[in-house]
């Protein structure tokens, strides 16, 4: 008997120490397994947090883009309305003081250099619909300067001015309902990358 509790004890300590090492052995590996997942989490979100403030930056940069173009365009748009405002008749548009054409010209140049400035910030697609509401403010500049021109000394003169303010007015009509549906594609555009 003793022989056999003898034996039973050594595989009991045997046993206790071999669950001891076991146990000490499974902590050691998971704790290093822990801290390599741990690291790896750590790259991981550093990555994704460097990628979010990269599209956060960009998000601002399209934005106050859009912003400045906008702007350009209400400007543009305030000397059209001032030139050619809705419910005069044309003898009160001929003879209104108005702002200088010059004034308008040097609005367009700037829609014209925000919009080259833009282009490796926005889609080619928003940068064409800019650039035809460019062609749209050109037209009005010399449709307006055409009206500008035009003598009023005679019936004639008279009539073919009261024809070159209603072209000028209509191109300003065009400008302005441009103005509107570029301003929704930019809408659509900016919700479209949120």
């Keep these: 008997m003793e022989v056999v509790t003898e034996i039973l004890e050594s595989n009991l300590v045997s046993a206790i120490i071999a669950l001891i090492g076991v146990i000490i052995s499974l902590k050691w590996s998971t704790g290093e397994t822990t801290k390599r997942m741990e690291q790896a989490l750590k790259v991981y979100e550093s990555e ?12 601002d940069m399209e934005f106050e883009v859009f912003q400045s173009l906008s702007k350009n365009c209400g400007e543009i748009l305030q000397l059209m309305q001032r030139l050619y405002p809705d419910k005069l008749s044309t003898f009160q548009i ?14 367009i140049r700037d829609l014209e250099i925000g919009i080259n400035n833009s282009r490796a910030f926005i889609s080619s697609e928003i940068i064409s619909l800019y650039s035809e509401l460019l062609k749209n403010a050109e037209t009005f500049f010399v449709d307006a300067d055409k009206h500008n021109l035009c003598w009023d ?5 008279h009539i073919k001015k009261t024809e070159l303010r209603d072209v000028a007015y209509q191109s ?19 919700r479209g990358a949120e």
């Design 153 to 157: 000394d005679s019936k004639e003169d």
């Design 48 to 59: 994704l947090n460097r990628k979010v403030y990269v599209s956060s930056k960009r998000a």
């Design 94 to 107: 001929n003879y209104a003081e108005k702002p200088d054409l010059n004034e308008l010209a040097l609005k």
């Design 172 to 190: 300003r009509k065009s400008f302005e309902q441009n103005w509107i549906n570029v301003s929704e594609q930019v809408k659509k555009y900016l």
